[in-house]
């Protein structure tokens, strides 16, 4: 055990000889923080669009007041003809081009049914589906008051009244499900780039030599790494789990405890992958390029931190079973938004744990000191 | 020029001799659009829904088959009051149909009716798109009882008229592709070159570079030109692969494509290069690759976060990430068929970031030397 303390002070030394390093497994998940929560939305909202106004009517200037008013909206351009409305939609400066037909405001009057025309780009389709559902809303609303102001309605009787509750997040903000997200993917990066760089930099130094003849244990070797990191991972969790909390307000209904110290286990996921890769690369080069094909971005890709795993295809599913973080980010949702405890995430926790273990026991039997 | 071609030869014989490195540059990407492009999208299907039938006539069971038949659902379960929140606590049901006792007898005597739908809302985005399911398809149905409404009922006022450019069937793939694209080219002109300058120095062979008769901008230039040669090769093969596999189609022309994609990789490789001339150690070097152009390209780029959404003050930064010019340009041209008239705007911003990074990266080289 003296052993490993040695090595862990010997590790410290160096993070502390490197200052840039130190600044930067603190500071930089701190503006990431910053920065990713307030990007991370998938709200949509300032939709740009762009109006072809042919009617010039005191109605169509209404509809438009009510697209500039709207805060899914903001109107880039109002425009003579649908002609002029293209360039905006091909330069990417307008999503939208609305088209008010001549003869519109009059049409109204008279209570003759219109028709306006939108076009969306639909090279981003999800950012068009969304905001041709919210201009539909609009108009369909707008024509429904206009209707009722024109001439009274009968209104309807009878029928099915759908009451919608939305549970653990009843005002939809993305913000709150993706920010416990951002806190687990930080925390991957900075600790998975700490330990893969731990051994292969020995390596490529040649002072793995000197501690191969030093009579340190090959498991002690591994823990004396990992320690030095771990602390500096558990002081970048409570960093950022503060911000989350006193920045961004997240609401945590569950257990702060059970939260931090399921962390733990993560880190022992992340640390563990982060060695393992270590000791398989022979230069750093190699684990920098294994850490980000192979392991980061599958992470990000398929782990449900952004795309739901519900929505892949049935042969892809099975592989996100694999991904230590898709285990993780069930459990920091879930303690955030739905409070629950252990009695519903052991499975997760269980998976967790189980996987840094494995990922740890390869790592120390793959750390052969002498092929090394 | 021809310093910066013997620099070139050389860092060309250490790539090939690490051939684990060389063939994951050049073939992992395009494997990877092939995985991604196909895992992902944000098509959504199949929520899982829980009934709670309390009624248990004909008119429920025709509720629970409309949404079932609908195409978005699917029945996963009978749940009563106990055991709903166990089963959105497990996230083992996406929505829930509570149907009320008397719901039948209720409809046919014209008297309005409660239906209540819970929506599991930790995915905000997902729970927004199966609220607007589940009300279509409740309007629908409460339709069919309603006085005044359906076929004999007058038309609304206002009707909308939707058609959608460039990408009519809205495939999620479409918007989706050009996004990987442009991040799988970051990182590997990043990660080629990140780790080159810093590993010279780190092992003590950066003093006879110094000693060399070289100057630091050749020094830089020769450093890219290989790697560059490698970043287009496997830029070019997920873009191949995309449009075999993907159905990615080619409305502009090939010659803009590869302006765009060789101003963006130049700008890669010299962010990599001056992160390297930074750092000290290859250590720093990979950690600050990581959050200067990793996360970056992934979330401030509008890959998939919508830049219009982002807050005003984060929105001036996205004008510091370059994939967010390229991805501009890379829409426009491959799906709009847009020419350089159009984006000149946005291929200038990346020639002048391109400048701007090799150009910091020989100064810093420059001073370091002396």
Same mark, same amino acid.
């Given at each position: $055990?003296?052993?490993?303390?040695?090595?862990?002070?010997?590790?410290?030394?160096?993070?502390?000889?490197?200052?840039?390093?130190?600044?930067?497994?603190?500071?930089?998940?701190?503006?990431?923080?910053?920065?990713?929560?307030?990007?991370?939305?998938?709200?949509?909202?300032?939709?740009?669009?762009?109006?072809?106004?042919?009617?010039?009517?005191?109605?169509?200037?209404?509809?438009?007041?009510?697209?500039?008013?709207?805060?899914?909206?903001? %109107?880039?351009?109002?425009?003579?003809?649908?002609?002029?409305?293209?360039?905006?939609?091909?330069?990417?400066?307008?999503?939208?081009?609305?088209?008010?037909?001549?003869?519109?405001?009059?049409? %109204?009057?008279?209570?003759?049914?219109?028709?306006?025309?939108?076009?969306?780009?639909?090279?981003?389709?999800?950012?068009?589906?969304?905001?041709?559902?919210?201009?539909?809303?609009?108009?369909?609303?707008?024509?429904?008051?206009?209707?009722?102001?024109?001439?009274?309605?009968?209104?309807?009787?009878?029928?099915?009244?759908?009451? /919608?509750?939305?549970?653990?997040?009843?005002?939809?903000?993305?913000?709150?499900? $993706?920010?416990?997200?951002?806190?687990?993917?930080?925390?991957?990066?900075?600790?998975?780039?700490?330990?893969?760089?731990?051994?292969?930099?020995?390596?490529?130094?040649?002072?793995?030599?000197?501690?191969?003849? *030093?009579?340190?244990?090959?498991?002690?070797?591994?823990?004396?790494?990992?320690?030095?990191?771990?602390?500096?991972?558990?002081?970048?969790?409570?960093?950022?789990?503060?911000?989350?909390?006193?920045?961004?307000?997240?609401?945590?209904?569950?257990?702060?405890?059970?939260?931090?110290?399921?962390?733990? /286990?993560?880190?022992?996921?992340?640390?563990?992958?982060?060695?393992? %890769?270590?000791?398989?690369?022979? *230069?750093?080069?190699?684990?920098?390029?294994?850490?980000?094909?192979?392991?980061?971005?599958?992470?990000?890709?398929?782990?449900?931190?952004?795309?739901?795993?519900?929505? $892949?295809?049935?042969?892809?599913?099975?592989?996100?079973?694999?991904?230590?973080?898709?285990?993780?980010?069930?459990?920091?949702?879930?303690?955030?938004?739905?409070?629950?405890?252990?009695?519903?995430?052991?499975?997760?926790?269980?998976?967790?744990?189980?996987?840094?273990?494995?990922?740890?026991?390869?790592?120390?039997?793959?750390?052969?000191?002498?092929?090394? | 020029?021809?310093?910066?071609?013997?620099?070139?030869?050389?860092?060309?014989?250490?790539?090939?001799?690490?051939?684990?490195?060389?063939?994951?540059?050049?073939?992992?990407?395009?494997?990877?659009?092939?995985?991604?492009?196909?895992?992902?999208?944000?098509?959504?299907?199949?929520?899982?829904?829980?009934?709670?039938?309390?009624?248990?006539?004909?008119?429920?069971?025709?509720?629970?088959?409309?949404?079932?038949?609908?195409?978005?659902?699917?029945?996963?379960?009978?749940?009563?009051?106990?055991?709903?929140?166990?089963?959105?606590?497990?996230?083992?049901?996406?929505?829930?149909? &509570?149907?009320?006792?008397?719901?039948?007898?209720?409809?046919?005597?014209?008297?309005?009716?409660?239906?209540?739908?819970?929506?599991?809302?930790?995915?905000?985005?997902?729970?927004?798109?199966?609220?607007?399911? !589940?009300?279509?398809?409740?309007?629908?149905?409460?339709?069919?009882?309603?006085?005044?409404?359906?076929?004999?009922?007058?038309?609304?006022?206002?009707? &909308?008229?939707?058609? &959608?450019?460039?990408?009519?069937?809205?495939?999620?793939?479409?918007?989706?592709?050009?996004?990987?694209?442009?991040?799988?080219?970051?990182?590997?002109?990043?990660?080629?070159?990140?780790?080159?300058?810093?590993?010279?120095?780190?092992?003590?062979?950066?003093?006879?570079?110094?000693?060399?008769?070289?100057?630091?901008?050749?020094?830089?230039?020769?450093?890219?030109?290989?790697?560059?040669?490698?970043?287009?090769?496997?830029?070019?093969?997920?873009?191949?692969?995309?449009?075999?596999?993907?159905?990615?189609?080619?409305?502009?022309?090939?010659?803009?494509?590869?302006?765009?994609?060789?101003?963006?990789? !130049?700008?890669?490789?010299?962010?990599?290069?001056?992160?390297?001339?930074?750092?000290?150690?290859?250590?720093?070097?990979?950690?600050?690759?990581?959050?200067?152009?990793?996360?970056?390209?992934?979330?401030?780029?509008?890959?998939?976060?919508?830049?219009?959404?982002?807050? !005003?003050?984060?929105?001036?930064?996205?004008?510091?990430?370059?994939?967010?010019?390229?991805?501009?340009?890379?829409?426009?041209?491959?799906?709009?068929?847009?020419?350089?008239?159009?984006?000149?705007?946005?291929?200038?911003?990346?020639?002048?970031?391109?400048?701007?990074?090799?150009?910091?990266?020989?100064?810093?080289?420059?001073?370091?030397?002396?």
């Amino acid at each position: $055990m003296r052993r490993v303390g040695f090595l862990v002070w010997k590790e410290l030394l160096e993070l502390k000889a490197d200052p840039r390093l130190a600044a930067i497994v603190i500071v930089a998940p701190l503006i990431q923080l910053f920065m990713l929560g307030y990007a991370a939305t998938t709200d949509i909202r300032d939709v740009p669009v762009v109006i072809a106004d042919a009617d010039r009517s005191s109605t169509s200037r209404e509809l438009i007041a009510r697209f500039e008013a709207s805060p899914s909206f903001s %109107v880039v351009a109002v425009v003579s003809g649908s002609n002029d409305a293209d360039p905006f939609l091909e330069r990417g400066t307008a999503w939208m081009a609305l088209s008010i037909p001549y003869g519109f405001g009059a049409g %109204v009057h008279d209570r003759r049914p219109q028709t306006l025309q939108i076009v969306a780009d639909g090279s981003d389709a999800n950012s068009a589906t969304v905001s041709l559902g919210y201009a539909g809303n609009l108009i369909t609303v707008y024509g429904a008051e206009k209707s009722a102001a024109l001439r009274s309605a009968p209104a309807l009787r009878g029928g099915i009244e759908p009451r /919608v509750r939305v549970w653990f997040n009843p005002r939809l903000e993305s913000r709150d499900f $993706m920010i416990p997200g951002v806190v687990a993917l930080l925390l991957l990066v900075v600790t998975t780039n700490l330990s893969s760089m731990g051994i292969v930099r020995e390596k490529e130094l040649g002072t793995l030599e000197q501690l191969n003849v *030093t009579p340190l244990r090959r498991w002690e070797l591994i823990v004396g790494k990992l320690l030095p990191y771990a602390l500096v991972g558990m002081l970048d969790v409570f960093l950022v789990i503060a911000v989350a909390l006193l920045w961004f307000q997240i609401p945590l209904r569950g257990s702060l405890w059970l939260l931090l110290a399921l962390t733990g /286990v993560y880190l022992l996921s992340t640390l563990g992958l982060g060695l393992f %890769v270590s000791t398989i690369s022979s *230069t750093q080069q190699q684990a920098m390029m294994t850490t980000m094909f192979f392991f980061l971005t599958p992470m990000i890709y398929l782990s449900g931190f952004i795309f739901p795993i519900e929505n $892949m295809p049935a042969v892809i599913q099975p592989l996100t079973y694999l991904i230590p973080l898709r285990y993780f980010l069930v459990i920091v949702r879930s303690i955030f938004l739905k409070g629950v405890g252990l009695e519903t995430l052991w499975p997760q926790a269980l998976a967790l744990a189980g996987w840094g273990v494995a990922i740890l026991g390869l790592a120390i039997a793959r750390s052969t000191k002498r092929t090394a | 020029m021809r310093k910066a071609l013997a620099v070139a030869r050389k860092e060309l014989r250490q790539i090939v001799r690490d051939r684990r490195t060389l063939m994951t540059l050049l073939f992992v990407p395009a494997f990877f659009l092939l995985l991604y492009g196909y895992a992902l999208n944000f098509d959504i299907r199949h929520v899982r829904l829980g009934v709670d039938d309390q009624d248990r006539t004909a008119e429920s069971r025709s509720v629970i088959s409309a949404f079932v038949n609908s195409g978005y659902f699917d029945l996963a379960a009978i749940v009563d009051d106990a055991s709903t929140q166990a089963l959105m606590n497990r996230n083992e049901v996406g929505a829930v149909v &509570v149907i009320p006792r008397g719901l039948g007898r209720a409809l046919l005597t014209g008297a309005a009716t409660p239906v209540q739908v819970l929506i599991n809302g930790d995915n905000a985005n997902t729970a927004t798109t199966v609220m607007g399911y !589940a009300l279509t398809i409740l309007q629908s149905e409460s339709a069919k009882y309603q006085e005044g409404a359906g076929a004999g009922g007058r038309p609304p006022l206002l009707t &909308v008229e939707p058609r &959608v450019w460039y990408n009519p069937q809205l495939r999620s793939t479409l918007f989706l592709v050009p996004g990987l694209i442009a991040y799988i080219a970051m990182i590997t002109a990043v990660v080629s070159t990140a780790l080159s300058v810093a590993r010279e120095k780190e092992r003590g062979t950066m003093e006879q570079v110094r000693m060399a008769p070289l100057d630091a901008a050749s020094f830089v230039v020769g450093k890219s030109i290989p790697y560059f040669i490698i970043s287009l090769i496997s830029a070019l093969g997920i873009i191949i692969v995309a449009m075999a596999l993907f159905e990615l189609p080619m409305r502009g022309s090939w010659s803009a494509l590869l302006l765009a994609l060789s101003l963006f990789l !130049a700008g890669a490789l010299g962010l990599g290069l001056l992160i390297s001339s930074i750092s000290e150690s290859q250590q720093v070097a990979f950690q600050l690759a990581l959050l200067a152009s990793f996360l970056p390209t992934l979330m401030l780029s509008g890959f998939i976060f919508p830049i219009a959404s982002m807050p !005003a003050a984060l929105r001036a930064v996205t004008y510091a990430v370059p994939a967010r010019y390229f991805l501009i340009a890379l829409r426009g041209i491959v799906l709009k068929g847009a020419g350089l008239q159009t984006f000149w705007v946005e291929l200038a911003a990346l020639a002048v970031y391109a400048a701007l990074m090799l150009g910091l990266a020989s100064i810093r080289l420059r001073r370091q030397w002396q």
